[in-house]
């Protein structure tokens, strides 16, 4: 009988303890829910690479290569730069199924050159040093 006065009496007490932890548990997540945090407008500072309208320049290093209308060696052929050219890079692409990773050019021609096939400096100056070094 004693066994069973006590099991008794411990039931109400969890039971009153669990819906106390329920509803704090309740009360703060109302709260949290309901709380509206203030959104602010993410705006990138005017850093050096976000400010520019060009990736940089580049420096043919291929003794002799075709640049193409399109970034893929099935491109058209717009003309021809040699070791030593100086480009400037506007924009890179990984072309999915195509070999290697592509740059867009803007120089003697505007067209595509594999990446591999070009130095890529962050400035001009740097880009003509390396161009007067490859063709001496």
């Known amino acids: 009988m004693k066994k069973l006065q006590s099991e008794c009496t411990a039931k109400p007490v969890l039971k009153i303890f669990f819906s106390g932890v329920i509803f704090c548990l309740g009360v ?3 709260v949290s829910c309901t709380r509206t945090p203030t959104e602010l407008p993410v705006i990138p500072p005017p850093t050096y690479p976000l400010s520019r309208q060009y990736i940089g320049y580049g420096v043919v290093d291929a ?19 040699r070791r030593g050219s100086l480009v400037k890079i506007l924009e890179r692409r990984i072309s999915a199924g195509k070999a290697g ?10 067209g595509w050159l594999p990446e591999g096939e070009v130095q890529i400096f962050d400035n001009e100056a740097k880009a003509q040093t390396a161009a007067e070094y490859m063709t001496q």
């Open 101 to 110: 990773p592509w740059v867009l050019i803007e120089g003697a021609y505007r």
């Open 28 to 30: 703060l997540g109302g």
């Open 63 to 81: 003794a002799y290569i075709q640049v193409l209308d399109e970034p893929a060696a099935s491109g058209l052929s717009l003309g021809h730069l």
